[in-house]
């Protein structure tokens, strides 16, 4: 007869979860800057219905910018 690894999943009360005040992580990875797109049109209806357009190809190529530095 030989041994199994038998996992049982339960559940985890939020009450009985102690999380740390502060993290560190020693080798974490750098985060890469994302510039917030730049906004190209506002339109707003008579209904008061407001649509935002925003130009993406502006923040995307910002990103590929930041890629390659």
Avoid: C, H
């Amino acid at each position: 007869m030989t041994k199994a690894n038998v996992y049982l999943p339960r559940t985890i009360k939020w009450d009985k979860v102690t999380l740390p005040k502060k993290w560190v992580m020693d080798k974490a990875t750098p985060s890469i800057p994302r510039p917030a797109p730049t906004i190209e049109q506002i339109k707003q209806d008579n209904s008061g219905k407001v649509e935002i357009t925003f130009n993406r190809r502006n923040s995307f190529l910002s990103r590929i910018e930041a890629l390659r530095q």
